[in-house]
């Protein structure tokens, strides 16, 4: 009857929103068709017109919650999921202050039920008109083994012995301010460390709560569901402890809500949830998964000093104002994937043991990460994100927040590494901007890795195919395929019913879809391969100026000794010319010590320092190696067998710069005069050898040191022309690293 007298009563206002000429024109018709014409009017007016009556209606089908009501669903509580709960949906409730006699019996009657069973409480879909005080519906108790009521369970006193190992662990660390939680480790019994134990599930589905909420210093040992509720007014949950499940999934809340020092013993679920003011989740752990997956933050959300124990999901979420997650611990992965952040966020001093997701996220203002704490297994993953060094920047420790970022792949992500790279010039950061140098030209490499050992799809024949892992049938049908139209990614394959996902993702890596290449395009490949490697290994792409002197240091010292070793030790027969054991051993031993420090250096800067010592062995030994065993093969019969085949130029003694000085003195007899044969018989001879060595390699040295132009077998003066050729390469090298290393110094800079 109440639904039909509504009907009636809103059936006459629209009829009394009709216009008058429409009346007119309706009153016309027969009496049948006038009938139809008003309800087809009726029918559209409902359907396009505003109707606030239908939500002032919709609170007018709560029920007020009246004490006799109240108490009648209290003695027949009904039996959701396995739990009996008292049954307050759809319910009307007005907790305000000039309705005191009915909240104080409410909360009364209430607590005197929930706390002496294991009941539940279901408010969904109800209205909620004044402040609601949570905490005293629970009871009260302390948290001791020897003070904790008997009327709990074994298993609800486990859960609350619990709660002081967690503060006990977390005391030091994420709460040291937390009074909650120093009470709780106290020796005796105080009002401070009592907690409110709420016993039974609360269902707060699609709750609407027009005061304020506090259910501060609770305890739930059951799961807590608010899915899709609304708080107009601040909600207090601070140091709530959730025993179970916990779920806001849509929840909307309108003012600030604090969480400040609450514990989640389970899964929390927060997803899709808005806070449009202040969030605080300060000092707050999550003992297993977080998720706040597209959730809102309109103003400041606080999450410093929280500690994280399981996954952390904020991904497609949207920060509008400040995110602060300062000193907080992240134990598992923290997935960013797709957020926004449009102000700053920081994460100074904050703790990573796992990956951190950032595929996707738009950082639009400033990202704090400065003396965050990276574990080895965590990096920072910024495939695909959005970020303008124009606009935004990244902080970080200079020197080390450049290590911490990871890429998988090239393709798609060369914007970002550029525009990341900008930002710590930008900032003077030049090392950790040549880290990321380093970082693409690693990628680089891979990809042409990938296009010299791939196979090409579009050029590859039926048994190339068959041998890389398709069977007969899927190798015939790709052939098919391109014979129609050439792939133009690997991800067509798809598209040919013979082969399934599995297959796809067992063979994507070894496959590659472009043009082909010709002998002349794939010798190129392979060139532009093998020096970039050579860089990469060498001086980490002109980006690790002490591993360039660490390869330096130890090809000096090689040569040096070579060089030594044709000079001083010549022949056995008929007359000795060997050096003195002096000599020998200082020439040993210094050459020891430089190459200490030269393979300290190497293995202390090198990603990969057995691959630069590979490499540095390849370019050394078999060319030197070969002109010194041809030369004690055939022997050296000679003028001049005496004198050292090294002479130095004896009108100076200073420190030069020798950039366009060549190994060998002119034929010219001025030249002859000045430059004069190195002098055997002084005990500091051994020394002169590394400066020739020095000279011919970095093109600076103590003496002008060069091989004489009358009888010199022509082996030694290759070695010399061969490390002097190296020394061009090495020298640009050292340039090229220097300007890329040292700020303000870009001389080289664009040299890429």
């Known amino acids: 009857m109440h639904n039909l007298s509504f009907k009636h009563r809103y059936t006459q206002k629209l009829n009394a929103k009709v216009p008058k000429k429409v009346s007119l024109r309706t009153s016309a018709l027969p009496f049948s068709t006038r009938r139809f014409a008003k309800a087809f009017l009726c029918v559209l007016l409902l359907l396009f017109l505003p109707l606030p009556a239908w939500a002032a209606q919709t609170q007018l089908e709560r029920t007020p919650l009246t004490l006799e009501l109240l108490q009648e669903r209290l003695r027949t509580p009904t039996i959701r999921e ?10 009307a409730i007005d907790l305000r202050p000039e309705n005191a006699n009915f909240r ?48 709990f369970t074994p298993t609800e006193q486990e859960k609350l012995e619990r709660l002081r190992f967690v503060c006990l662990e977390s005391l030091a660390i994420a709460l040291p301010n937390s009074k909650d939680c120093r009470s709780l480790l106290g020796t005796e019994s105080t009002p401070a460390s009592e907690i409110a134990v709420f016993r039974g599930v609360l269902t707060l589905v699609q709750t609407r709560f027009n005061g304020e909420v506090k259910f501060s ?48 013993f389970e899964k929390a679920n927060f997803k899709k949830i808005k806070f449009r003011e ?52 992240f134990n598992q992965f923290l997935l960013l994937t797709e957020a926004i952040f449009e102000q700053s966020v920081s994460f100074r001093e904050a703790e990573f043991n796992q990956l951190v997701n950032l595929q996707g996220a738009n950082i639009l203002n400033q990202a704090d990460f400065s003396d965050a704490r990276f574990s080895k297994e965590a990096c920072l993953n910024v495939s695909g994100l959005t970020f303008n060094s124009n606009q935004a920047k990244i902080l970080g420790n200079p020197g080390e927040i450049g290590k911490m970022f990871c890429i998988p792949t090239l393709q798609g992500n060369q914007n970002i590494l550029r525009n990341l790279g900008q930002n710590f010039r930008q900032q003077q950061q030049v090392a950790d901007a040549n880290e990321l140098e380093y970082t693409k030209q690693r990628l680089r490499l891979i990809e042409f890795s ?7 799809i579009n050029s590859a024949t039926v048994a190339s195919l068959i041998n890389l892992g398709f069977s007969t049938t899927q190798a015939e049908a790709i052939a098919q395929r391109r014979l129609v139209k050439s792939f ?18 067992q063979l994507s890596d070894r496959l590659i879809v472009g043009e082909t290449l010709s002998i002349f395009g794939w010798l190129l490949q392979a060139w532009s391969w093998l020096a970039l490697s050579v860089l990469l290994l060498l001086s980490g792409y002109g980006t690790n100026f002490w591993l360039v002197f660490g390869v330096g240091g130890l090809a000096i010292a090689y040569f040096g000794l070579l060089f030594w070793l044709v000079d001083r030790y010549r022949r056995l027969h008929p007359v000795p010319i060997i050096p003195t054991s002096y000599e020998t051993i200082s020439i040993l031993v210094s050459f020891s010590v430089l190459e200490f420090f030269s393979l300290l250096a190497i293995f202390r800067n ?98 002008d040191i060069r091989l004489r132009d009358e009888h010199l077998p022509g082996i030694i003066s290759a070695l010399a022309w ?10 640009t090298l050292v340039l090229w690293t220097l300007s890329r290393t040292i700020p303000g110094l870009n001389l080289l800079i664009y040299l890429k």
């Not at 990938?450 to 090409?456: I, V």
Request: aromatic letters at 14%; glycine letters at 6%; proline letters at 4%.
């Open 82 to 91: 396995g739990n009996l709960t008292v049954d307050l949906q759809k319910m």
């Open 104 to 151: 104080d019996a409410f909360y009364q009657l209430l607590r005197k039920e929930l706390g002496t069973k294991p009941l539940g409480l279901d408010l969904s879909y109800a209205l909620i008109l004044g402040d609601f005080v949570g905490s005293d519906l629970g009871l009260r108790t302390p948290l001791y083994a020897k003070a904790i009521a008997p009327i």
């Open 217 to 264: 210093n609770t305890f739930f040992l059951q799961s807590v569901d608010a899915q899709g509720a609304t708080f107009l007014q601040p909600t207090n949950w601070t140091e709530t402890r959730f025993a179970r499940l916990v779920s806001f999934t849509s929840a909307n809340f309108q003012q600030p809500s604090n969480f400040q020092g609450s514990i989640f």
């Open 278 to 329: 202040l969030a605080d989740f300060q000092n707050s752990i999550f003992e297993t998964t977080a998720n706040f997956n597209q959730a809102t933050f309109k103003q400041l959300a606080k999450f410093s000093s929280v500690q994280w124990q399981g996954n952390t999901d904020f991904s497609e979420v949207d920060f509008v104002n400040q995110a602060q997650f300062t000193k907080a611990d």
């Open 450 to 456: 990938h296009r010299l050992t791939a196979t090409n």
């Open 488 to 505: 133009r990614n690997s991800s067509e394959l798809l598209t040919i019913a013979d082969i399934d996902l599995e297959k796809y993702t």
């Open 606 to 703: 090198a990603e990969q320092p057995w691959l630069t010592l590979g490499c540095l062995l390849i370019i050394l030994v078999p060319v030197p190696m070969a002109l010194l065993i041809r030369l004690y093969q055939q022997g050296r019969y000679h003028d001049l067998m005496d004198v050292s085949y090294f002479t130095e130029d004896g009108t100076f003694r200073q420190l030069r710069l020798l950039i366009g000085r060549l190994p060998v003195i002119p034929r010219n007899e001025t030249f002859r005069e000045r430059y004069m044969p190195l002098l055997c018989d002084r005990r500091w001879n051994w020394l002169n050898y590394y400066d020739f060595s020095l000279n011919n390699l970095v093109k600076l040295g103590f003496n």
């Open 722 to 731: 061969y490390q002097w050729s190296l020394g061009l390469i090495y020298i």
